[in-house]
């Protein structure tokens, strides 16, 4: 049974930092490319951050630099480090396997 399960989402004040992890289970997680994507009220879902099997990183042009994508083989999980946080992060973060699986989302809220 294939899982992808997120983890570290919450309420953070701008300029604060949070850590998301996707847990993944049930597929060979080296083989996939991992992204995390956003959904934000009464917008589109966009995609966030993608690593490659190899380790290659790509960023939305609204996060380069305070967001960066990880993953762990031996772990089997993705990780999305968020520092410099704005409101206008706000959304759902989705966990995603490129073209294969999805995570439920996790809440992420950033206020004062």
């Known amino acids: 049974q294939v899982q992808l399960v997120e983890s570290g989402g919450g309420l953070v004040q701008p300029g604060g930092s949070l850590r998301l992890s996707c847990a993944a289970s049930?597929?060979?997680?080296?083989?996939?490319?991992m992204s995390w994507y956003r959904q934000a009220p009464g917008k589109r879902r966009e995609l966030v951050a993608t690593?490659?099997?190899?380790?290659?990183?790509n960023y939305a042009d609204s996060v380069k630099g305070r967001f960066t994508i990880s993953r762990d083989n031996v772990k089997n999980t993705v990780y999305l480090q968020m520092n410099s946080l704005k409101p206008e992060d706000t959304a759902v973060y989705y966990c995603?396997?490129?073209?294969?699986?999805w995570g439920q989302g996790i809440r992420v809220t950033v206020s004062s």
């Open positions: 690593i490659t099997t190899g380790n290659n990183e």
């Open positions: 049930g597929f060979t997680f080296s083989s996939y490319a």
């Open positions: 995603n396997a490129v073209y294969a699986y």
